[in-house]
């Protein structure tokens, strides 16, 4: 449904419907998603539970490699009128992440990785120069993007507090660091922290606007 709502605004701005949007939500249940050019993955993904649950195993629009959603905080940034290359782009979306984690007092830096991400199914296995990691290297956001026309869909996974079991059983080696941040840092002060810096870093005004029931039926009708 995450991945729906984000593919239908996206469609919306596109076609002139919709303003700009920031999104920030969580998964229940938790799931994998897989980039939209990920063909192959182990079998018993498609078995997987947690805590009595059930994983979704999910298919996103964007590229990437397989991302495990639980203990982490998803942002969606749907814009358009973005110039430059691919990573120009995605450094300019990026930027209210760097500065919204830097008022929390955590310093954050682009990866370094090279087109070998592609051979490794886990997403937080490497970092190009779409992610960014702490100054220990541990990666903290996975990006991803979706450009149609002049419109662009980035969204990234922030890991906060995620079970190291669950992750070596998806992804066969536990998690290569641990993620460490500044106690007492809730997912609300998180947000409210990334809201500010996008409202400086994009010159704009957050106006906070649920979706309509007719809205929801034409997500649930192009999901469907």
């Not at 959603?69 to 814009?79: E, F, K, N, P, R």
């Amino acid at each position: 449904m995450q991945m729906a709502i984000d593919r239908w605004l996206l469609e919306q701005h596109l076609s002139g419907h919709h303003p700009p949007t920031l999104r920030f939500y969580t998964w229940s249940p938790p799931a994998i998603s897989l980039g939209y050019h990920q063909r192959q993955y182990p079998e018993h993904w498609q078995n997987l539970t947690w805590q009595g649950q059930k994983l979704d195993l999910v298919r996103r629009v964007t590229g990437g490699r397989a991302v495990l959603h639980q203990g982490d905080l998803t942002y969606a940034v749907i814009t358009s009128g973005l110039s430059g290359s691919r990573l120009q782009v995605y450094e300019k979306v990026c930027e209210f992440l760097v500065q919204g984690w830097r008022s929390l007092g955590v310093e954050l830096h682009y990866g370094r990785a090279g087109r070998g991400y592609i051979h490794n199914p886990n997403c937080f296995g490497t970092a190009t120069g779409a992610d960014l990691v702490l100054p220990d290297e541990t990666k903290l956001i996975g990006s991803a993007q979706l450009r149609r026309g002049k419109a662009v869909l980035q969204h990234g996974s922030i890991r906060l507090n995620q079970d190291a079991e669950l992750f070596a059983q998806i992804f066969g080696v536990e998690p290569s660091k641990t993620v460490e941040l500044p106690q007492n840092l809730s997912v609300e002060k998180i947000i409210a922290a990334l809201i500010a810096a996008a409202c400086d870093c994009f010159d704009m005004q957050i106006v906070i606007q649920s979706l309509s029931e007719d809205e929801w039926q034409a997500i649930l009708e192009t999901s469907s």
